[in-house]
């Protein structure tokens, strides 16, 4: 009896959780209030078979972008309307009979897209949303017939791998249990979700450095698949099933909180607007300039107080009640990204190796003119939308930070993406500050170049050397390429000016200087600058159906070195100073002596930042430089290095590999230390006054992140 009664309580405790969940899952989807001329639109479009003006219900191609998905859309809120008490259509009569035409419509054609996506989420996702608002208020047989397609969304569909989608379907799947009350099942896909939040390094999903890898070609598409349709996925039903017997452990929702945090919202400009540098295909879709929302992370505080200042400082960030204030250097070595920020820049370098594919394939038709946006892309945002929108009129072979071939036409869209060449890409960062290297080698033409960046708090430098190309046609490297925001200004040959509207090379610049941004060379050179209209299209940018074709015109400037053709040991250096004035670029140009190049050849490119005491390098091989009065280093093998230099003392040391095949490196610097550490040990030669560092790297899942020393 005891049993019994134990048994019972246990169930109707499960029922009230269910009912819980529901619910939340319900008031959730009821959260905004339908307009009501919205649904006079919608109901104005509508035939009276059900189906919906102006939808090609014939072309289910993946290159049409399956516009059924309307259909299923506007049922969705038309019940919306017909449950929400403020909305002039409650409960109308004439409103459920035109949901249930519309319902037995689709279910009696079932639409079946080309794209796996529309059949297994979108439809489901729209269909069991449906049944979820309606509750019993639709007629059992169209319940019925509408239940095999909401199943397409099931554990066994060919979607539901690994990734951001298998969370997605199992969301559904688990949506289409509380309708149906199947609370066995819903207990199996609960576990299901919780089970996907997990490190899924070299796989699909969560790599260790919290980027994120949609597919087994390791492009990093941390903003798309990996924050919507993975972290925003988890963290609704986190949210839902919050404070019931089904609620996600803490070691789950805490894993949740440093992915945003350390993955996600680090490759946001200031963690509030999309970095667009992280974009693949829907580069080429209109967007909006918004920031983010602060749902996700109020979800996340219902479960956990981890982190918890850190998550409300993102929030009044997106609310606009703070200024940025974090500053950060990042290298995602599994995805080969690296992110900067200041409170007052952000900025990234994007890259590709042996060790992942260079760009998204432009599955679907868009994206169809990003072969090079990986090719050492370089964007610099004061605010975060400097870039915004660019696009249809964008130069897609003079990206920002880039070398490129310039080609009459770009291939093919099936000939973007391609296998890295070369496995020597990198950064060394401790966290605040940081180098990066990129040893290049285009799979799309015959070209090569070495190139580095170098991260401070006011400036960063940018050395390019050895550029050779077998080609014929003009190489260029591209600092800037962005909307014009302000009148473009420059020194040239020693006199400061304005430059009109065109596009010509201009000689003996010694800087640039165009939306706060200041564009520095340590040497009068020869730039070419454009700052004009240009014009393009939507349409010409996507292989999609439907795309406008009206042309669009914006304001461009852009800013680039001319190698010429068949360049055979080209080089360039600059230095890119955000958030300044032009009074304060002249000034820095004619009293700068913080930042010294100290090599820009083929075996070292390094730079030194005299104020911090800062030296970042980047050795092709192994070599020695005097970095300082009196301390020269020496590194034993290629790699990258960062020291700094107190009082002509060593007090930091950091060392990466960005070939990934060193164990341990060794690095001699003068002076003689006496230190040990947890990954390191010293030799000293008192005779020769040097000191030998042992420094181990990490491995594994680790391999090319920096170690970082104290050594005082």
């Known amino acids: 009896m005891a049993l019994s009664l134990t048994l019972l309580t246990s169930f109707c405790l499960a029922q009230n959780d269910i009912k819980t969940i529901k619910e939340r899952v319900v008031t959730d989807l009821m959260s905004t209030i339908p307009s009501d001329s919205a649904v006079e639109a919608i109901l104005a479009r509508m035939n009276k078979d059900g189906s919906f003006v102006g939808i090609n219900?014939?072309?289910?191609?993946?290159?049409?972008?399956?516009?059924?998905?309307a259909h299923t859309r506007d049922l969705v809120y038309m019940a919306k309307a017909y449950k929400a008490k403020k909305s002039r259509y409650y409960r109308s009569k004439l409103l459920k009979t035109r949901i249930e035409q519309g319902l037995s419509y689709w279910v009696q054609h079932d639409f079946f897209g080309d794209?796996?996506?529309?059949?297994?989420i979108t439809t489901p996702t729209d269909l069991g949303d449906l049944m979820l608002i309606m509750g019993d208020e639709l007629p059992?047989?169209?319940?019925?017939?509408a239940q095999p397609i909401i199943g397409r969304a099931n554990m066994n569909a060919s979607g539901a791998r690994p990734s951001g989608d298998r969370i997605v379907i199992a969301g559904i799947l688990a949506k289409n249990l509380l309708f149906l009350g199947d609370n066995q099942q819903f207990d199996e896909v609960i576990k299901i979700i919780e089970g996907e939040l997990k490190f899924a390094t070299g796989q699909r999903g969560m790599q260790h450095d919290y980027s994120f890898h949609h597919r087994v070609d390791r492009v990093n598409n941390t903003s798309s698949y990996g924050y919507g349709k993975y972290a925003n996925a988890f963290g609704n039903w986190s949210y839902y099933v919050a404070d019931t017997r089904y609620a996600f452990s803490k070691e789950k929702i805490n894993q949740l909180v440093d992915y945003y945090l350390d993955g996600i919202y680090k490759q946001m400009v200031y963690?509030?607007?999309?970095?667009i540098s992280v974009k693949n295909r829907s580069i080429s879709n209109?967007?909006?300039?918004k920031p983010h929302s602060t749902l996700e992370i109020e979800r996340l505080l219902v479960s956990t107080d981890y982190r918890k200042s850190e998550l409300e400082e993102i929030i009044r960030l997106r609310k606009g009640e703070v200024p940025p204030s974090a500053s950060f250097a990042k290298f995602f070595w599994q995805t080969e990204h690296f992110v900067f920020q200041r409170p007052r820049f952000y900025t990234t370098v994007r890259m590709f190796s042996t060790r992942n594919r260079n760009m998204e394939e432009p599955y679907n038709g868009p994206g169809k003119l990003t072969h090079h946006r990986a090719d050492g892309?370089?964007?610099?945002?004061?605010?975060?939308d400097e870039y915004h929108n660019i696009w249809p009129v964008y130069n897609w072979q003079k990206i920002s930070g880039t070398t490129i071939v310039q080609k009459p036409e770009l291939p093919a869209p099936d000939a973007i993406q391609k296998e890295g060449l070369t496995d020597f890409v990198g950064a060394v960062t401790d966290g605040l500050y940081g180098a990066v290297v990129f040893d290049f080698k285009s799979p799309h033409d015959p070209l090569e170049a070495k190139k580095s960046w170098f991260f401070f708090d006011e400036e960063y430098v940018c050395l390019g050397t050895d550029i050779k190309s077998m080609s014929a046609l003009p190489v260029a490297t591209t600092l800037d390429q962005v909307l014009i925001r302000s009148d473009v200004r420059m020194m040239?040959?020693?006199?400061?000016?304005?430059?009109?509207?065109?596009s010509r090379p201009l000689q003996k610049v010694k800087w640039v200087h165009h939306n706060n941004i200041g564009y520095l060379f340590p040497q009068p050179t020869t730039i070419n600058l454009s700052n004009q209209t240009e014009t393009g299209s939507w349409s010409a940018i996507t292989d999609q159906k439907n795309?406008?074709?009206?042309?669009?015109?914006?304001?461009?400037f852009a800013l680039w070195f001319d190698h010429g053709s068949k360049p055979n040991g080209a080089s360039y250096q600059y230095i890119v100073v955000p958030n300044v004035t032009e009074e304060q670029l002249n000034q820095t140009s004619q009293h700068n002596r913080s930042i010294e190049i100290l090599s820009n050849t083929s075996a070292l490119q390094a730079v030194k930042q005299g104020q911090l005491g800062i030296t970042q390098l980047a050795f092709y091989k192994a070599g020695s430089v005097e970095i300082d009065k009196d301390v020269q280093i020496r590194l034993d093998s290629p790699g990258m290095a960062m020291l700094k230099i107190e009082g002509g003392r060593l007090s930091e040391l950091t060392l990466a590999d960005p070939s990934r095949k060193l164990s341990r490196m060794l690095l001699s610097v003068s002076g003689v230390y006496n230190v040990q550490g947890e990954h390191f040990r010293t030799l000293v030669d008192e005779k020769q006054n040097s000191t030998l560092f042992i420094v181990d790297l990490p491995q594994g899942v680790y391999l090319g992140k920096s170690v970082h020393l104290s050594v005082k």
């Not at 794209?115 to 297994?120: E, L, R």
């Open 492 to 502: 040239q040959d020693g006199n400061r000016q304005s430059v009109q509207k065109g």
């Open 57 to 69: 219900y014939e072309d289910l191609s993946r290159t049409a972008g399956f516009p059924h998905r």
């Open 115 to 120: 794209n796996w996506h529309d059949n297994q």
């Open 140 to 145: 059992k047989d169209l319940v019925a017939k």
């Open 377 to 384: 892309t370089n964007y610099l945002m004061l605010k975060g």
């Open 271 to 275: 963690g509030v607007y999309e970095d």
């Open 547 to 556: 795309i406008s074709s009206k042309p669009v015109s914006e304001e461009v």
């Open 286 to 289: 209109q967007a909006t300039f």
